[in-house]
C-alpha cells in the first residue's frame, strides 16, 4: 500500500542552524513527491517538488529512489520557518490522488 | 496558480444536524477534492468531487454521511450530514488542473466544531 512517514512529529533548532525533515515513503512505481507547508493562521501551500529540482526559500529535497526518501533540508534555518511541513506522495495515475505524511511541525527557536 | 475560498470559514453546530461547506475557484480547474483534517492529525481524502457524476469517495466515507456535489468546473460543495462531536474537524477543499496545473492548491479550509 502506498504510504508516506514523516517520522518526527516535532523538530525544534535553533536559528541559523541546519534543518532536515525526514520523510520516506512506499510506492513500488516512480512517485511524484511534494513539501507543504502550513505557517500560523495560514492555508497549506506548496513549497517544492521533487520534479522541479528547485530551491525554494532555501530548502531543497533530493528524491533517493533507493532510500525511498524525499527529505527536506536547509542549511541555515531562519526564524520565519517555523511552520507545520507535510510530505506528499502522488500517485502518477488518472486519479491525481496524493497521500499526506503525518506532519512536523518545525520550530525554530532564536 | 488557482485561488481558492471556502464558506464558512468556521461553523459551531449542533448534534444531528447538517452543515454544506461551498469551495469556489477562481478559474476552472480538473480536479477537485476533499480532505479532513482532524486535530493534531494529517490529511485525510474524502472523495474526489466529479464535474457532473456521483463524487469517488475514499475507503471509510460514504455518500450519506458526507454528499458532495460539483455542478461546474469551478465549484463544489460537501454536506456533513447528521453531524456527531467525531466530525468535528478542519475540511478542506483542493484543487488541480486549468491554471492550477498539476499542483494541488487548497483553501483556507472551515474549522466545524459540533456540540
Known amino acids: 500500500a502506498q504510504r508516506v512517514t514523516q517520522p518526527e512529529k516535532l523538530l525544534s533548532v535553533f536559528k541559523g542552524a541546519p534543518v532536515e525533515l ?49 527529505h527536506l533540508k536547509k542549511p541555515f534555518a531562519q526564524e ?15 486519479t491525481y490522488k496524493y497521500i499526506f505524511g503525518t506532519g512536523t511541525r518545525l520550530k525554530v527557536l532564536a | 496558480s488557482a485561488v481558492i475560498s471556502q464558506k464558512p470559514s468556521r461553523d459551531i453546530c449542533q448534534r444531528g444536524t447538517s452543515l454544506t461547506i461551498q469551495c469556489q475557484v ?8 476533499w480532505y479532513r483534517q482532524q486535530p493534531g492529525q494529517s490529511l ?3 472523495a474526489t468531487a466529479n464535474q457532473g457524476s456521483e463524487a469517488t469517495y475514499e475507503s ?14 469551478t465549484f463544489s460543495t460537501l454536506t456533513v450530514s447528521n453531524m456527531s462531536p467525531e466530525d468535528s474537524s478542519i475540511y478542506l477543499c483542493s484543487a488541480l488542473g ?17 456540540l
Open chain 2, 44 to 46: 485525510t481524502l474524502i
Open chain 1, 80 to 94: 520565519e520557518d517555523s511552520a507545520m511541513y507535510y510530505c506528499a506522495l502522488r500517485i502518477p495515475s488518472g
Open chain 2, 26 to 33: 477562481d478559474s476552472q480547474v480538473t480536479m477537485m477534492f
Open chain 2, 60 to 73: 471509510g466515507f460514504v455518500i450519506d454521511k458526507f454528499p458532495i456535489s460539483r455542478p461546474n468546473l
Open chain 1, 22 to 70: 525526514k520523510c520516506n515513503y512506499s510506492y513500488s512505481g516512480s512517485p511524484e513527491l511534494f513539501w507543504y507547508v502550513q505557517y500560523s493562521r495560514q492555508r497549506l501551500q506548496l513549497l517544492l517538488r521533487h520534479i522541479s529540482r528547485e530551491s525554494i526559500k532555501g530548502f531543497t529535497a533530493d528524491l533517493n529512489k533507493g532510500e525511498t526518501s524525499f
Open chain 2, 98 to 114: 486549468g491554471r492550477a496545473t498539476d499542483t494541488q492548491y487548497f483553501g483556507p479550509g472551515t474549522r466545524l466544531t459540533v
